[in-house]
């Protein structure tokens, strides 16, 4: 099939490059001329595993290709995917401004009886408003389809290849199936509902898991209080099948560009249709308090921050990307320069786009040698491997104290048990100190 794809984000780069892959010819299309022209040559504009392989590949085999020209990308599709961005509006609401731009745009160019897709998140009855815009732009029939992304970043092109499964909501059932067909290759679990409850199943799912995460964070803060240990508590409820093991992992919050936004977006939707959907409340304000987790215990233990070392191991949002929307690393790395205590940082791949948030009001190791060199404390924010693979007893002797924040429970206690000194703080379980008075 002939397929453009709106925007070039991670959303719309792993649905063109995965769709390509499966025999597709994809057009993908941006407005941004420095993305395309890299993208043409190959290269990925974003950190993702697996992406660049399968980008270069099917570019060179000239079924991927990228344009900035709306013209040239819309006017042999016969299935436009729509997967620019929608962030969060000031009043927490999604803004659409991208979204209505790009139903302009495509109006005039489409083809007689092309299907437009949305696979961008978007709020309740959204689907009806871009319809409403291209029908008053254009005489030519089309149709719509709402087909919400599940995808996550760090493992964006094996969660495409092997959803969990995909929504198709729409109302004309030939479209629906059009687009069942395109994704028949995958052979992955298709459901096809409504369009309104297609663009509600991604939101409840979003704001399903980020409660999960903040529910998890909770008992592991009660964890602590009572001397549990939440590695084992969630692994006790993860075996009961209608909990679930997925999505138990404690630690210093959500962050990302996805549920934070998400969340306020429906809490927002219940908000304008009367229903007070207090949990999401909830969610919310425990994740605040929980990134801010890790700073806490350090003024309690350390009691000043001033003119400390602090060395933050990790600042993306999660492993495997370099995205810093909503990590918890910005509200840590503020908290604590505004206590002016000395910030050094290392990340394996998002130094660069920690910067562009951060400034100079931290400093950026090339290694985790140099940021935990003479550190009065370590924060592990971000589980990376190279981080778990550490060995502690060389990490603790480098300090100036050996003491560590583990945010993301990254060790055991055999771990921290084989260190001569050491105090190891991590989230729901017991601390463990050694070696010192
Ligand atoms: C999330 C969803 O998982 C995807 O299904 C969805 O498609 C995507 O949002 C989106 O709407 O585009 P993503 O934001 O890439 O994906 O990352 P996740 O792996 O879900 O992690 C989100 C945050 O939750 C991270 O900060 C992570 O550290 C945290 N998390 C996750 C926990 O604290 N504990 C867990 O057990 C799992």
Known sequence: MKIAVLGTGYVGLSTGVCLSEIGHHVMCIDIDEQKINKLRQGISPIYEPGLESLLSKNNAAGTLQFTTSHQEGIKNAEIIIIAVGT?????????????????????????????????????????????????????????MVSNPEFLRQGSAIKDTMKADRIIIGAEDSAAALKIKEMYRPLNVPILMTNVRSAEMIKYASNAFL?????????????????????????????????????????????????????????????????????????????????????????????????????AMLGLSFKPETDDMREAPSIKIARLLSQE???????????????????????????????????????????????????????VTKQMKQPIIFDGRNCFNEDQIRACSKIEYYPVGKPSIVIGLE
């Open 87 to 143: 962030p969060q509006g000031d009043d927490g609401s999604a803004d659409l401004s991208f979204l209505v731009q790009a139903a302009k745009d495509i109006s005039p160019l489409l083809k007689h009886d092309a299907i437009v897709v949305i696979k961008s998140t978007v709020p309740v009855g959204t689907n009806d408003l871009v319809k409403s815009i291209i029908s008053s732009h254009t005489n030519t029939p089309f149709k």
């Open 210 to 310: 980020a409660t999960k995460i903040s529910f998890i964070n909770e008992v592991a803060n009660l964890c602590e209080a009572v001397g549990a240990n939440i590695i084992d508590v969630a692994n006790g409820m993860g075996k009961d099948k209608r909990i679930g093991e997925a999505f138990l992992q404690a630690g210093i919050g959500y962050g990302g560009s996805c549920f934070p936004k998400d969340v306020k977006a429906l809490l927002h939707t219940a908000g304008l249709h009367g229903v007070n959907f207090s949990l999401l409340k909830e969610t919310i304000a425990i994740n605040d308090a929980q990134q801010k987790l890790l700073f806490t215990k350090a003024r309690i233990r350390l009691n000043q921050l001033k003119d400390k070392k602090i």
């Open 340 to 394: 002016k205590a000395k910030v050094v940082a290392y990340d394996p791949v998002a130094k660069e786009n920690a910067r562009r948030i951060l400034g100079d009001t931290i400093e950026y190791a090339r290694s985790v040698d140099e940021a935990v060199e003479n550190a009065d404390a370590v924060f592990i924010v971000t589980e990376w491997s190279e981080f778990k693979q550490l060995d502690l007893s060389e």
